[in-house]
């Protein structure tokens, strides 16, 4: 206990001398000053502030900060950017919901770039104008980053029945249901603490370890209950958990869930969904009272709405190499809403890679306004990391494989230093460290 309270009280310190350095350096920015978005000469507008749009708007107001005749604003229907790769650790509790998800606004703002909260419902690319929830808005460039959501690839009764992956707030709605489950379960329900995972990436490998983590939590509490009343599987269509990593690291993740008690079903794909549960295209059926949907995601349906624009089959964005949206001109398209391509191969649909194409695109933006040439998009493959609680994780960054300790360790110094702000660093590292010291605790957050 001795040297994890020294480590804890160290990693604070440490974080709170460079938070309150970042801090001061970040209050020089308010002095930067915008022009008026619609009397501006260049008026750039940034749809969405995930990943991709938020670092693009930030890169981009860093570039031409010098330029008072460009205005950037950015436009999402939530006023917060969530950090996804620690959204599973909200699950179990081991990072609280707030410290992964950054204002937008407060960020922006700074940095001379407008922020507007409202939908994005279409727009006609050839007049150059969108329509969003409090009217159209004109471009000069024009940024499109609106991401993906969740796609149940028509499977019957998976809408209606599966609790899906796709906000911050879904990660609560989670473990509310699991605490739900117990409570209901000492009431006198046997069934009712079975839960099933479909999908076996990255997030439904993520998904199920928090789930399992924040049962051996649980079960304490509930003394009536015991370990082998609960059982929780994961449903994977392919022959393996975690297809993009290698066989090493693939065996490793799956031999720790199973240990943890989990079940593996691969060469699995549901059939369909209904209140009881799963039924797998064997004919098999596994009773459920909770089940969560990871299995794929789709471009965002806006991709559609944008009339002038060329789809892919997927339905994505085309674009040039330069990310410029196919048949355009001052428009580009970035992460998860564009078919990306980097030495002609597909750029898969990750933060990573959206966060490089903003960079991309910021620059490219930056050259056309300052009569430059705009350049191809270089993808440099960093590594996948996959957490799966409870101090084990496999990771493969730079052709290094790691997995357990180490690659947890990896895991929280990568993420943590991806962050990106001292503050929200601050707050995680808290999180950690409390948790390290006084023991984890199950968040009763509920949001209705
Ligand atoms: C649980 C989970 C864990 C993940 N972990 C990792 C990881 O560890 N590493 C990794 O590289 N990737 C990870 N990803 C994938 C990663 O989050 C996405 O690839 C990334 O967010 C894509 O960035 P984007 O900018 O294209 O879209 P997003 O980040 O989704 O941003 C899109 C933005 O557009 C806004 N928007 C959408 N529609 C509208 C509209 N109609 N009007 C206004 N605004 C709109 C949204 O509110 C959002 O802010 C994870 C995903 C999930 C779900």
């Known amino acids: 206990m001795g040297s994890r309270l020294w480590m804890g009280l160290a990693a604070g310190f440490a974080c709170a001398g460079v938070g309150i350095a970042m801090a001061r350096s970040r209050a020089g920015n308010r002095s930067l000053r915008a022009p008026s978005y619609d009397s501006a000469g260049v008026r750039v507008l940034v749809l969405g ?139 006198g329900c046997p069934h009712d603490l079975r839960f099933v995972v479909i999908g076996g990436g990255s997030t439904g490998v993520e998904v199920v370890a928090g789930i399992s983590e924040l049962i051996d939590i649980l079960i304490p509490e509930y003394p009536g209950l015991s370990e082998e009343e609960v059982h929780l599987l994961v449903a994977q269509a392919k022959d393996d958990l975690l297809p993009h990593m290698e066989e090493p690291l693939r065996q490793a993740a799956a031999s720790r869930l199973r240990k943890d008690g989990i079940e593996l079903r691969t060469d699995s794909t549901v059939k369909s969904v209904d209140e009881r549960g799963v039924v797998l295209d064997s004919g098999d059926r596994l009773d459920a009272s909770t089940v969560i949907w990871t299995a794929g995601v789709e471009p965002s349906p806006i991709a559609r709405r944008l009339k002038g624009a060329r789809l892919d089959k997927r339905g994505r964005l085309k674009v040039d190499a330069c990310l410029r949206v196919s048949g355009q001109s001052g428009v580009y398209a970035l992460g998860d809403i564009a078919a990306v391509t980097s030495g002609g191969k597909p750029i898969p649909p990750t933060a990573q890679a959206a966060v490089q194409e903003a960079a991309a695109v910021a620059n490219n933006l930056a050259a056309e306004v300052t009569g430059g040439e705009p350049e191809a998009f270089q993808y440099r493959f960093m590594g996948h990391l996959v957490t799966l609680g409870g101090r084990f994780a496999v990771s493969q960054v730079f052709g290094a494989r790691l997995s357990g300790w180490a690659g947890h360790l990896l895991w929280r110094g990568v993420y943590l230093y991806k962050l990106g702000d001292w503050r929200d660093r601050l707050h995680v590292v808290s999180d950690w460290s409390i948790r390290a010291l006084a023991g984890p605790r199950v968040p009763r957050l509920r949001l209705r």
């Not at 599973?88 to 081991?94: D, F, K, L, R, Y």
């Not at 992956?165 to 609560?172: E, F, I, K, N, Y």
């Open 49 to 187: 502030g995930g990943f991709g749009g938020f670092t693009t708007a930030r890169v981009l107001a860093r570039r031409l900060a010098a330029r008072r005749d460009v205005a950037i604003r950015l436009v999402d229907r939530e006023d917060s950017l969530t950090f996804w790769p620690m959204v599973p650790e909200v699950i179990p509790g081991a990072i609280q919901a707030a410290h992964v998800v950054r204002a937008l606004r407060e960020e922006l703002v700074p940095l001379g770039v407008e922020f507007v909260r409202t939908r994005v419902i279409g727009a006609d690319l050839d007049r150059r104008t969108v329509r969003t929830g409090i009217g159209d808005m004109e471009y000069d460039k024009l940024v499109v980053a609106l991401g993906w959501q969740t796609s149940f690839f028509g499977t019957p009764g998976a809408a209606q029945h599966c609790l899906a992956m796709q906000s911050l707030t879904d990660a609560v709605a989670i473990r509310t249901r699991v605490v739900d489950q117990f409570e209901a379960a000492v009431a």
